[in-house]
């Protein structure tokens, strides 16, 4: 079965979330699954779903009581498209939450359309590492020494995002890229007691997703329709390697110009409080 259908209808139709919860609360009950139910079905973690219902990125369930609450096939059907456009289609969580929100300031009808004509196109002609194989939690954790209890954090906020293989749950190439870093800055020495968390990386993935929506609002506004298809996927794609390259330039002349700032501010304060010294 596949569950890769239209974006647009879906996401942008007449219902809005609020009318398919109520739809979904007339719905019988022993139609409906509780959290463990839909937590095997789609293969993720409980974390995950309830960050999902928090972000707006699914709907919220159908409570009948304070601890009791139920989902149905629409949220199974959400969660496996929120991971595909993940995983396998590079949209980043905002851009996701735009196609289902369409709040205030969000992307047009038009904008996201031209981001759904993109997917499944990028970063494809990229060469996967044949010796990088997807590993469970476990295994991960075994070759980079961190934890599986880490690990898990990294899944629950977005940034890792495992895909089902079987009766398994494993994670690919950028996934263990990105753990294998953590466990450099551990051997570094930055350790917990020293504020080195996952969650501190939810600053650097806020940051970046705020980064992509803009990236994205300024493509689809200026250059999409300018330019074919096929030439507008390259742009993104060669565009990406340089941009992160400028990004790693600006981000290092961030933090060199920030010390310079604290360590002339510390100096101008010794000096008022000992101006003979």
């Not at 095997?40 to 999902?52: C, D, L, P």
Request: charged share 25%; with cysteine.
């Amino acid at each position: 079965m596949s569950y890769h259908y239209n974006l647009i209808e879906y996401y942008t139709g007449i219902l809005h979330l609020e009318q398919r919860e109520t739809l979904m609360a007339k719905k019988s009950i022993h139609k409906l699954m509780r959290m463990k139910q839909l937590r095997e079905a789609a293969g993720v973690s409980k974390w995950t779903i309830q960050f999902y219902v928090k972000e707006g990125l699914i709907p919220k369930p159908v409570k009948t009581s304070p601890n009791m609450a139920y989902y149905d096939q629409s949220h199974l059907n959400a969660i496996r498209l929120v991971r595909e456009l993940q995983t396998k289609r590079f949209l980043p969580l905002s851009v996701i939450k735009q196609l289902v929100t369409r709040g205030k300031g969000g992307l047009s009808v038009h904008e996201i359309r031209t981001l759904v004509q993109m997917d499944g196109k990028l970063f494809r002609n990229l060469e996967e590492n044949p010796d990088v194989q997807p590993i469970t939690a476990q295994e991960l954790s075994k070759r980079t020494g961190v934890s599986t209890e880490d690990i898990r954090v990294f899944e629950r906020i977005g940034i890792l995002n495992p895909i089902q293989m079987g009766k398994k749950k494993v994670f690919e190439e950028d996934d263990i890229l990105l753990v294998e870093c953590y466990g450099k800055l551990q051997d570094l020495g930055l350790t917990k007691e020293l504020g080195l968390d996952p969650t501190l990386f939810t600053i650097h993935r806020d940051s970046l997703e705020r980064i992509v929506m803009e990236e994205a609002k300024k493509l689809t506004t200026q250059v999409a329709g300018k330019v074919p298809m096929k030439q507008l996927i390259k742009i993104v794609e060669e565009g990406t390697t340089i941009t992160n390259t400028m990004i790693g330039v600006i981000h290092k002349k961030l933090i060199v110009e920030t010390v310079k700032k604290y360590a002339a501010e510390f100096q101008d304060t010794v000096m008022m409080r000992n101006p003979n010294g």
